[in-house]
């Protein structure tokens, strides 16, 4: 089944202690992104990739961290994480066209994060 | 003022009646994206447009780029159809930019 995973789903962390929410696709997708998801503010982009060892800057990177060593996996990393990270993280991917623009995207199931 | 603004914000209907929601945005995209929140979080894509019109089952979507405008129909709404619906659009081939979306609820 073509899907986007994340995990974990829930995590409750206390300030300064380092995390790394995983993602992966197995559907040979490019691009890959983070989102962030909050009361009155929506979703924003944290990070994204176009392709292995390609990433860039969204809208809300401060505090994170992205890697793409493969194509299927794209971690999300929090090195000291601080309660106005408390949020919903959504993953997603999509396909390159030949017109070099990305089709739809598929979402991962989301990432509830607390932070104390 | 927000790149991306969506209205209403908030939206109730009777089973079976025609909704529309809008989409305004004020940059030069490449393509616009309707996305589906059910209640229990999940994000699906419901349309990706770069141009005109398409249409899934019951769903709608248009596009005028000159007006920078797109909206959303729904025709002969369902219970099920109770989500919260977001505009995105693309800048170039990268950012995703997105409205704070649209909650619809619609009663038996």
């Known amino acids: 089944e073509a899907q986007v995973t994340q995990n974990p789903r829930y995590l409750i962390t206390v300030t300064g202690k380092k995390l790394t929410v995983t993602c992966s696709q197995n559907?040979?997708?490019?691009?890959m992104s983070w989102y962030r998801q909050d009361p009155g503010l929506g979703l924003r982009q944290i990070y994204y990739?176009?392709?292995?060892?390609?990433?860039d800057k969204g809208d809300v990177p401060e505090g994170y961290k992205v890697s793409r060593k493969e194509k299927r996996n794209f971690p999300l990393i929090l090195e000291s994480p601080s309660p106005n990270q408390t949020s919903l993280y959504f993953c997603?991917?999509?396909?390159?066209?030949?017109?070099?623009?990305?089709?739809?995207?598929?979402f991962g199931p989301g990432t509830r994060l607390t932070v104390l | 003022k927000n790149e991306v603004e969506q209205s209403p914000q908030n939206l109730t209907a009777q089973e079976g009646e025609f909704i529309t929601i809008n989409c305004s945005y004020s940059?030069?995209?490449?393509?616009l994206h309707w996305l589906q929140q059910h209640p229990g979080g999940g994000i699906v894509s419901l349309f990706m447009?770069?141009?005109g019109k398409k249409k899934h089952g019951r769903l709608i979507a248009t596009i005028n780029i000159q007006e920078k405008h797109s909206s959303l129909h729904i025709t002969a709404s369902h219970p099920r159809d109770s989500a919260v619906y977001i505009c995105?659009?693309?800048?170039?081939?990268?950012?995703?930019?997105f409205g704070t979306g649209t909650r619809l609820q619609v009663f038996p």
């Open positions: 559907m040979n997708h490019e691009y």
């Open positions: 940059v030069g995209i490449s393509a």
């Open positions: 995105a659009v693309r800048l170039g081939t990268d950012k995703l930019i």
């Open positions: 997603a991917s999509s396909v390159r066209l030949a017109s070099n623009n990305y089709n739809e995207q598929f």
């Open positions: 447009l770069s141009s």
């Open positions: 990739s176009m392709n292995v060892e390609v990433t």
